[in-house]
């Protein structure tokens, strides 16, 4: 099941599309319809900190171009060797590193950041108190010393004609660096393997980085890193011609959404050129349901898509010759954080 629960998946989604498990205590949701109206239709508790549009637009731009550096420095790294794991020495350290650089950390904080996203330290929605206590005096040494960083970026910002506090400039810093860190490693490397395991693919976007966007999104469509997003029914609802209580947990399994043959054709397969129908929700309406959909939809996806974008240039720059090790083939596992955690290749 670890190693591949599609055909669980697949038996599920023919016949036994709602269904409670007794072992898990939750109703499982199969198909891509009953996944996407459950997410859209259920609310979490009260609302985590979110980031807001305004606040995006004040990340981005510092993000972009940290990511950019941080991958081509990473990249650089593994270009002269013969071999190497591109999750060890790229994929896993990518989302965080970039975020610290952003921010105008030292590298050292970088370390430690990483390993808390990595034993799953930050993921209670709550910030972390180490991480706050991380960040407080460098919130309030870029307060008394402004630099051209993000965190003197934010300190120095105004929203609606006010500064935003300390404890929103904390939050948002904290988002940045630990929010959604591990869930974008494990979908860079998957992306990664999507790609390389479809070099026609791979030289197409190589050659047109427009194209790097699709190929994003139909990773996450097909690969998800998180497949199953748990929710509580807030009232009973009705989903497949079953109804459950208020208060059933369900698993959302979007991993499942995502091969649904009556949502996507060939669902298997990788296709950067994929043109399904358009969602019955309706154009605006993310096709995969890899970061979620209505009210609680990840409110930082284009941040983690630049995140991407960013490595997956730089490596394709340092590497014009970027193919697996002889003989490697990525081995995907996981149920609740799902990826290859080895990606073995020759980087010339
Ligand atoms: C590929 C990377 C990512 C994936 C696949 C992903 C996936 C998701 C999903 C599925 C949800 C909805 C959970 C639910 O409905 O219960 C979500 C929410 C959220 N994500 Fe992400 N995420 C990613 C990256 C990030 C990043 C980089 C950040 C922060 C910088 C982040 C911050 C959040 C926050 C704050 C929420 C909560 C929204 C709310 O409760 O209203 N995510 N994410």
């Given at each position: 099941m670890e190693r591949d629960p599609y055909p669980l998946y697949r038996t599920l989604r023919e016949g036994f599309p709602v269904v409670r498990d007794e072992l898990l205590g939750a109703w499982l949701l199969s198909r891509y319809a009953d996944v996407r109206a459950a997410l859209v239709a259920t609310r979490l508790g009260p609302p985590g900190p979110r980031p807001s549009p305004v606040h995006l637009r004040l990340l981005e731009p510092a993000l972009r171009s940290s990511a950019g550096r941080t991958a081509f420095v990473l990249a650089r790294r593994i270009a002269g060797r013969r071999e190497a794991d591109l999750v060890a020495e790229f994929s896993a350290w990518l989302p965080a590193a970039a975020a610290v650089a952003a921010l105008g950390l030292?590298?050292?904080?970088a370390t430690r950041v990483q390993e808390w996203c990595r034993t799953g330290?930050?993921?209670?929605?709550a910030l972390h108190p180490e991480l706050a206590a991380l960040l407080r005096p460098h919130i309030a040494r870029r307060r008394a010393h402004p630099g051209a960083d993000l965190l003197s970026v934010l300190c120095g910002a105004r929203v609606d004609g006010q500064a935003l506090s300390d404890a929103t400039v904390t939050g948002l810093a904290g988002t940045l660096l630990t929010g959604g860190g591990e869930a974008t490693a494990l979908a860079l490397a998957s992306f990664l393997a999507n790609l390389l395991d479809h070099p026609a693919q791979l030289n197409l976007v190589r050659a047109r980085p427009g194209l790097i966007p699709g190929a994003w999104a139909e990773s996450l469509r097909r690969d998800p890193p998180a497949p199953v997003v748990l929710r509580r029914a807030t009232a009973p609802m009705t989903l497949g011609g079953t109804t459950l209580p208020a208060g059933a947990v369900l698993a959302c399994l979007v991993g499942s959404a995502g091969r649904d043959p009556f949502r996507?054709?060939?669902?298997?397969r990788y296709d950067i050129f994929r043109a399904d129908p358009v969602d019955p929700a309706g154009p605006?309406?993310?096709?995969?349901l890899a970061f979620g959909a209505g009210q609680h939809l990840c409110p930082v996806s284009p941040l983690a898509g630049l995140v991407a974008e960013c490595g997956l240039r730089a490596l394709l720059d340092a590497m014009p010759g970027l193919r697996w090790a002889p003989g490697f083939r990525p081995a995907p596992r996981g149920l609740m954080a799902r990826a290859p955690r080895l990606l073995l290749v020759r980087p010339s």
């Open positions: 030292p590298w050292e904080d330290h930050t993921q209670s929605g996507f054709a060939d669902p298997d605006e309406a993310p096709a995969h």
